[in-house]
């Protein structure tokens, strides 16, 4: 069994060598994720265009993987590695289609405390392109790696993983770690995805499906051959590698998120529990200020948000684990020392319902309270579940009885929110009202109270990514 995270999409498609697999209009050129292999003489059969290094070898059962990958042993600071072959067809990106190249990577989870014990490590895997379109044939016109490579990058160079454009020579590696001192994206003990996503414009390079770094226009975009390993002098660190895979998707093909709206669970009033005055916001590439508009108020927390996606890649298995939660500090903290994308993980969806066809509607809840006083950071990830190119990211705030707004990037209830719904005592309302705090359809004292028992309690007003 494999990493189910990872893999589960394409399992019944695990020969080597996979020339044209559709799936969410994605055409598969190479899926390599050792299943077929009896020893490690028959990965050198395939692999066998370079063969410099007798320590890598067949492994399996690992690390919660339970099916088959390649040891890249690194026994001595001289060693040196690589297995390559030819792709079984030109991957390509296009003005209509992105490559996208990917690999499950372990580094060495049984010696050492990390992340220093992964000092001068260079365990990485490549694409290349060719100008006579096959390995080593006329002269190198691109190379992609993912893995981990320390020289002089930067001084935390080190802490993270790195993701390589060779041409133009002015890119060169990248340390994947959000422009930033983060957390997130460290190298840690398990399985990590890597991810590089190239298209005319960019290389966007991702660490479990967060995006880590934007690089400018590559040279070329076209691949010809694949590469396992550095083939240059590493410390005696190993590495264990699965998945690698090389496809192209078309642009605008997959899934699409059409709307986002929250959900109200527990609404007791009129009408639908759909709140569609509120805005669940999607991060882009442009700073925003999220706004009253961007948070609710409620007695129960956030506990849901409904989703409306077309193409929705596999209806049956979507769950909870396609969603990655992350939640903010409470109060007023300092976005500068704890920005969105290293806030901690927040509890995972208790539920995860589809309904209809195409459009689809997928509800995500959460038990009530659970997401509290904080801002709440959901990425919908990109995989077969879900059907996306790319993964999403989605804000939304509570910060119990807040009616009036932010002042001075500071979210906080006071008496004036107490007086807005006293203003509108008695009022039958939708689910959309911000008086109705314990969502029972009439504005009544338990608002009140709701709002009161939160006096002076506040939270920052973030600006995003």
Known sequence: MKLGRLTCSVLLTCLVGLASLTARAETVILLEDFESYADTAAIQAVWGLFTQNPHYTLDSNLEGNTGKFLRMDSPAANNLGRYIRNLPSIAEATAAKNVVFSVDMLLDPVVGIPPNFWNNSRQFVEIRGYANGAYNSGSLTQLLALGVYNSTINPTSNLYYQGRVTIPGTIG????????????????????????????????????????????????TKFDSAALGSGITSAGISAWVDNFKVSEVPIGGGATILDRKVVHGGWAGAGSAVDSVKVIHKEDTTPTQLTINNLINTTRGINGLQFEIQDLGNSGALSASDFDVQVSPLGGFDQGLNPPSGWGAGPAPSAVTVTGTNPYTVLVEWPDNSIKNQWLRLTVKANANTGLADPEVYYLGHLQGEVTGASDDLFTVLVGDILAIRGQLTNVVTSESIHDLDKTGVILVNDILGCRSNLTGSLRQITVP
């Open 173 to 220: 590696w990248q340390t994947l770690n959000g422009e930033g001192v983060n957390t997130v994206y460290q190298r840690a003990t398990g399985w990590r995805n890597l991810k590089a996503v190239i298209s005319l414009t960019d290389v966007k390079f991702y660490v479990n499906d967060t995006l880590c770094h934007v690089t400018g226009a590559p040279g070329s």
